[in-house]
């Protein structure tokens, strides 16, 4: 998969490691920056790539955290499923292997769009297995539907949604002229925020492999098949209350997730170790990449106060050690 130099460039000397898993047959790429602090594991959404976490990971290692950025499933054409299988249970259980590669018990995860529609199924499934979740412009899954509900606005946010369940069609428009399509939605998504040509080209060359673009579509499609086990099986997860501390980072301009919906899909009832919102004023979709020192003044903020904080990590060694 083409990457840049930006996120491949060392933080502090530390060079990232290219690592791999195989899953019935499937090979697993992440980029993995190493150290002594507690991981971190950041998931990218669509139409994206690892790239979006370039500002993020510096910021990650600098304040003490190692860091763990997968490729998504399908995003690479050697962890392409031939049957088309990206239900966001199978998506949260990627993360838990992942997480059982890296020899962890528990981890912080931090997910964008596509995401963070996976981290919040991975903290219902697995709680014991994150010590925070941090969800990027996606609110909560257990009450999504009745939000939806009280902001029908989103159904037209979302046109984009229907389109990708015809056969063909999507796949054809997606990269013509030069990823028009692809470009529109990150401008629709942020408005009055231009994407850097870095970010953008290495989408359009990941998209570029027919075999990745019917998957990244098929996350999308296995979504609307609402009869089946695996969405079954989630709809049973989000039946119980968070147990996992979590952040919702929502930007205000979001034309792809209107930010009410955080608000309307949150109840505190829900959230059995806490929940917070941060608004980020002036930011759209992607306000991880347009407002960054103030989101990781938060993110970092919000790993602190659980275990284990990287700062925290460090001052009990320290006190160990005498």
Known sequence: MPMTATLLAPVKGIKP????KICEKRTFSAYYWDGSGPLVVCLHGFPDTPNTFHLMVPALVNAGYRVLVPIMPGYE???VDLHGRYYVTDLAQDVVDWVDHMGEESVHLIGHDWGAVTAWLAAAMYPHRFFSMTSIAIPPLKRFGEALMRCPSQVLKSWYMGFFQIPLLPEQILLAKDGAFVRLLWRNWSPGW???????RPVLDTLGDKRVRAAALAYYRCLGRVFS?????GRRALKLPYQVPCLMISG???GCMDTRLFELAMNENDFMAGVELYRLMGA??????EKPQLLHAKLLSFLELHPKGAKKLADELARQLG
């Open 17 to 20: 490691q290219i690592l791999n």
């Open 77 to 79: 054409a050697s962890s």
């Open 194 to 200: 231009n994407a850097p040509e870095e970010l953008i």
């Open 229 to 233: 086990a695996q969405h079954q099986k």
């Open 252 to 254: 205000a301009k979001d």
């Open 284 to 289: 759209g979709h992607f306000c991880h990449l």
